[in-house]
């Protein structure tokens, strides 16, 4: 059964430095999604991308974060300068059918642990 | 903003016994999603309820949504070792963004 995928499934990182996560959605899905997990806490979402462009983000995607999609499988998250605060687990998400359609169920991948020291 | 509780937070059930988990939400919701999570792993979806009166059944688990109430229940039907995860719901407020709620860390013992 077709899966999404992320790497890597760990990374430690200094306070400042740059890390990209990366994501393979599911092969035919159209709609992608960031989110985050602070340990013990709830799923919060970071941000959505259709169409080779942001749809929707959070006031937690501040100008520290980006996304892309360089070619036609992956899908980035990039933090630029690390925070302690970000330490997480980042998951992503894909879906074959947008927000509103009747059919539409994002599929998540088995996510990032991110730990700023 | 659509905000999403669930209680309860923690529960801890026997085998065999049956137990409901209800979730809450503070605005209309165009649907709302169940999702599994075992520690450390990620987020799989069980349920999407679509509509006022709407059920479904997978198995020992079975959630239903009411509208007119904004609430959820998530139905666990002669629990199983195998059922121990954190269950969360999550709605959606005509956006791309799903509300997570608290989630619920259900642990089923002998």
């Known amino acids: 059964e077709p899966e999404v995928t992320q790497t890597p499934s760990h990374q430690v990182t200094q306070m400042g430095q740059e890390v990209i996560l990366r994501c393979v959605p599911i092969?035919?899905?159209?709609?992608f999604y960031w989110y985050r997990q602070i340990l013990g806490q709830k799923v919060e979402f970071l941000v959505s991308?259709?169409?080779?462009?942001?749809s929707e983000k959070s006031e937690i995607f501040d100008d520290q974060f980006s996304v892309e999609r360089p070619d036609g499988s992956n899908f980035t998250l990039k933090i630029r300068s690390t925070k302690l605060e970000d330490s997480a687990m980042y998951f992503c998400?894909?879906?074959?059918w947008g927000p509103g359609d009747p059919q539409e169920t994002q599929y998540f991948g088995p996510g990032t642990r991110l730990l700023v020291l | 903003e659509l905000k999403v509780e669930q209680n309860p937070l923690f529960l801890s059930m026997q085998e065999g016994k049956n137990y409901t988990i209800y979730c809450n939400y503070s605005?209309?919701?165009?649907?709302l999603y169940w999702y599994r999570q075992d520690p450390g792993k990620s987020l799989e979806s069980l349920f999407v309820l679509l509509s006022n009166g709407a059920v479904k059944q997978e198995g020992r688990l079975m959630a239903s949504l009411d509208t007119k109430a904004r609430l959820s229940t998530l139905h666990i039907t002669a629990a199983v070792h195998d059922l121990s995860a954190t269950y969360f719901c999550a709605g959606r407020e005509n956006t791309d963004k799903l509300i997570f709620g608290t989630g619920t860390r259900l642990q089923v013992f002998p």
């Open positions: 092969s035919n899905h159209l709609y």
């Open positions: 991308f259709y169409n080779n462009e942001i």
């Open positions: 998400a894909s879906s074959d």
């Open positions: 605005t209309t919701s165009d649907r």
